[in-house]
């Protein structure tokens, strides 16, 4: 068998260095937005937190030695002027370290121990290895030396403000090799499962298995699409905790959560070549769905949060994802992605509609998932053109189902009520000329700036021809060298790192596109797809992007951007010519 290519190299300032299914990972990033000066084990389970210090130490006098860091999906490296330092996956909770010419130091991240935080560090005779366990994560970290010496020893069953670690250099044969291990409460001692080289291997081929399974049609036409596919292999977990499933997060840095919208863009993109990957990806969130039928604002290794919602763009999802399977659902599938799906679409006409009114509304612009779009200015409890919209996608969905499962009489009322919404929408937001959002309290009704009020051209095909005309040439305005911008550019309320209210967003791009090209306005779809391809290949998968620069904004190994991207360039090899 050849070897597995080494796959694309990456900065771990950018995307973090993980593997399918860990809860940790190496990277500087050990909190929003700030970067550590050496590489961390940064742990997310009970949230986000850098646990070990990994430091490239000088052999004779264990001084830190600046050294250059490099990755691909199987390795990772510290290069220096004396040496070099490695480390791989042997498997999701366990990685293996190897050097020559450098040593390593692994040393707890912070000093300081308390009865409630902090970690503990000592050397646990029946494993003979040395352990630190964590308050933050309730996990240990267990290192056993392979191979080299064990020239110090620190902070050993310390308490209060120390430093704790071991310092590993290189034996008379001039290499050492460690592993470090996360465990609950005890395990056997460590042992090998091969040689570092062989463990290399088997990550790079892991890899490769999955980025040939998700992006066959990769070209060089499609340069972005092999990191595209390692930043989503990376950021999956095992089930763990509340995470019911093996689920995508959307970061293994500070966003490493599961939110009830960002999970669909990762279920598309997956559906083709991991198809049950990609069935749990969109089952995560309704796993946790409440009695009311509605889905959690998001889920996280211990921790869900119910105080938000977000838009019900599922039905839109689950209609794509159908399409996107290798074999279709069975009737027992369906029946249940049916029932969580009526469920959480009787939420909005329930819970989320005013006595009398025909169209839902969200509570804030949290709900809809573009937090602080200028269209939450005037209020924050509004109807809102694209929340109309996306019901009246998911009603189609399920009267699609209903039929399926032989539910005639269902089958009918979901299409009454898809019309009846798509028809109060159109008479009660539509002005001839644009959609406006209206107060629930105050009834006054408002236009802005945001590309979340041309959100309804997602109906696509079931949009009036005057109306997709309309919001095509509205779209036009916001288009930018790279991308839709969120804001209109020209806008005052307009900021280039202002989160809704400017920069260019993955979710938005793939509604927009792809009820643009429904609705049979091909050749912008084709423009919109290809500027925020050209954008991903250029300045990665940013969680967002300055409309005007490129720049990618935010936490930068972001998943759904790298789905949209996924999605966008499989979509295009289809329709490019042979």
């Not at 130091?105 to 000592?122: D, H, I, K, N, Q």
């Not at 040395?130 to 110090?152: A, I, M, N, Q």
């Not at 898809?418 to 209206?438: H, I, K, N, P, S």
């Not at 998968?541 to 999605?567: H, Q």
């Amino acid at each position: 068998m050849t070897a597995a290519p080494p796959g694309p190299a990456f900065s771990v300032h950018d995307i973090p260095f993980s593997t399918y299914g860990s809860w940790f990972d190496i990277s500087p990033v050990v909190a929003e937005k700030t970067y550590a000066e050496d590489l961390h084990l940064v742990s997310h389970q009970n949230g986000m937190h850098g646990v070990l210090r990994l430091v490239s130490l000088h052999p004779a006098t264990g001084d830190r030695v600046e050294t250059r860091v490099e990755a691909t999906p199987g390795l990772l490296s510290w290069l220096g002027e004396s040496g070099r330092v490695d480390l791989a996956y042997e498997s999701p909770d366990t990685v293996r370290l190897r050097g020559s010419g450098l040593g390593i130091g692994v040393l707890a991240a912070a000093r300081a121990l308390t009865p409630f935080s902090g970690t503990y560090f000592f050397h646990d005779p029946a494993a003979d290895g040395h352990v630190f366990t964590s308050y933050e994560t309730g996990r240990r970290y267990r290192v056993t030396v392979l191979s080299g010496t064990l020239t110090e020893v620190t902070g050993a069953q310390a308490l209060g403000g120390a430093d704790r670690g071991v310092v590993v250099t290189a034996d008379v044969d001039g290499t050492w090799e460690i592993a470090i291990d996360e465990l609950d409460t005890a395990r056997p001692p460590y042992v090998s499962s091969g040689a570092f080289d062989g463990i290399v291997e088997s990550a790079r081929r892991a890899f490769a298995d999955f980025a040939d399974a998700v992006a066959p049609w990769r070209s060089p036409a499609t340069p972005a699409a092999e990191l595209a596919a390692y930043v989503l292999w990376s950021a999956t977990v095992r089930p763990a905790d509340l995470v019911t499933r093996p689920a995508v997060l959307m970061s293994k840095h500070w966003m490493d959560k599961v939110w009830s919208w960002d999970h669909c863009f990762n279920a598309l993109a997956l559906a083709s070549g991991c198809p049950e990957l990609a069935l749990d990806q969109f089952a995560l969130p309704f796993d946790h769905q409440d009695a009311a039928g509605a889905l959690p604002d998001s889920v996280t290794h211990s921790e869900v949060l119910y105080n938000f919602v977000k838009p019900p763009i599922h039905g839109w999802a689950f209609g794509r994802l159908r399409r996107l399977l290798p074999t279709p659902l069975d009737q027992n599938q369906l029946a249940q992605v049916y029932a969580r799906l009526e469920l959480w679409t009787a939420f909005w006409l329930t819970a989320r509609r005013a006595p009398g009114a025909e169209l839902p509304y969200y509570q804030h612009g949290n709900d809809s998932g573009w937090d602080n779009a200028t269209t939450f200015d005037p209020e924050r409890v509004v109807v809102t053109a694209d929340l109309a919209a996306f019901l009246v996608l998911q009603l189609r969905e399920l009267a699609e189902l209903a039929q399926e499962l032989g539910k005639e009489g269902a089958a009918r009322r979901w299409t009454a009520a898809a019309e009846e919404t798509q028809a109060a929408l159109l008479d009660q937001l539509w002005t001839g000329e644009r959609f406006v959002a209206r107060g629930v309290a105050s009834g006054n009704t408002w236009s802005s700036a945001s590309l979340l009020d041309l959100m309804p051209v997602a109906l696509g095909e079931h949009l009036p021809g005057e109306v997709s005309g309309a919001l095509a040439e509205r779209l036009k305005a916001h288009l930018t060298p790279y991308g839709l911008a969120t804001e209109l550019p020209t806008s005052p309320h307009y900021l280039a790192d202002g989160y809704w209210r400017g920069p260019i967003w993955a979710p938005a791009t793939v509604l927009v596109e792809d009820g643009l090209r429904r609705a049979g306005h091909r050749r912008l779809a084709d423009h919109i797809s290809a500027r925020f391809r050209a954008l991903c290949e250029t300045h990665g998968f940013a969680e967002n992007f300055d409309a005007v620069t490129g720049t990618g904004l935010r936490d930068r190994a972001y998943t759904w951007t790298a789905s949209s991207y996924l999605l966008l360039a499989a979509a295009h090899a289809r329709r490019a010519p042979h």
